[in-house]
């Protein structure tokens, strides 16, 4: 597998796992979602809604590449988030429509990155300002992991409130030779 598959793999892995982590989700007895639970950013509502911000920015940023990434396009259409902690919403009807529409772009995205991209160095500001330039494919791998990390995040709190994801493993969704 070539690095641009790897980056197929793990589009596929971050959308078949949001799916499971919204359904999951979805099983929650009323007010569970918004339920500050002590975590990072509060409830599950607020680490579903920071997954969604965070990605929007990537993707935002992501659209600058000299690549022109055709399904980039959609993601320059959305807002920018002005913080890591904007809400798309409380319920799971309403943020899981932003994360399908996300993901759809993230998968369709995936398909075009090529192998010369991920050497171009990529230059971009934090929410804070801040100039960065880093290598494209070490900062593509951070975006698939940051959704990891808090996917991860998210399960625990889901298992915490009697929810269980099933299994989380990327090696699932690795190919057998």
Same mark, same amino acid.
């Given at each position: 597998?070539?690095?641009?598959? *790897?980056?197929?793999?793990?589009?596929?892995?971050?959308?078949?796992?949001?799916?499971?982590?919204?359904?999951?989700?979805?099983?929650?007895?009323?007010?569970?979602?918004?339920?500050?639970?002590?975590?990072?950013?509060?409830?599950?509502?607020?680490?579903?809604?920071?997954?969604?911000?965070?990605?929007?920015?990537?993707?935002?940023?992501?659209?600058?590449?000299?690549?022109?990434?055709?399904?980039?396009?959609?993601?320059?259409?959305?807002?920018?988030?002005?913080?890591?902690?904007?809400?798309?919403?409380?319920?799971?009807?309403?943020?899981?429509?932003?994360?399908?529409?996300?993901?759809?772009?993230?998968?369709?995205?995936?398909?075009?990155?090529?192998?010369?991209?991920?050497?171009?160095?990529?230059?971009?500001?934090?929410?804070?300002?801040?100039?960065?330039?880093?290598?494209?494919?070490?900062?593509?791998? *951070?975006?698939?992991? *940051?959704?990891?990390? *808090?996917?991860?995040?998210?399960?625990?709190?889901?298992?915490?409130?009697?929810?269980?994801?099933?299994?989380?493993?990327?090696?699932?969704?690795?190919?057998?030779?």
């Amino acid at each position: 597998m070539n690095a641009p598959e *790897h980056f197929i793999l793990l589009a596929r892995y971050n959308a078949d796992m949001n799916a499971r982590l919204y359904d999951a989700a979805a099983q929650l007895p009323p007010g569970e979602l918004t339920a500050d639970r002590k975590a990072f950013f509060g409830s599950l509502a607020g680490t579903m809604n920071h997954l969604l911000a965070a990605d929007t920015i990537w993707l935002k940023r992501f659209s600058t590449h000299p690549a022109r990434y055709p399904a980039l396009r959609a993601a320059e259409a959305l807002p920018m988030p002005d913080s890591l902690k904007r809400s798309y919403g409380d319920s799971v009807a309403e943020l899981r429509a932003c994360r399908e529409q996300l993901d759809g772009i993230i998968s369709a995205w995936a398909a075009e990155i090529r192998g010369a991209d991920l050497d171009h160095p990529f230059e971009y500001r934090s929410m804070a300002g801040a100039s960065y330039r880093k290598r494209f494919g070490d900062v593509l791998l *951070h975006f698939f992991n *940051h959704q990891t990390h *808090h996917r991860g995040q998210a399960s625990t709190l889901l298992t915490q409130a009697g929810v269980d994801i099933g299994v989380t493993d990327l090696l699932v969704w690795v190919p057998d030779l």
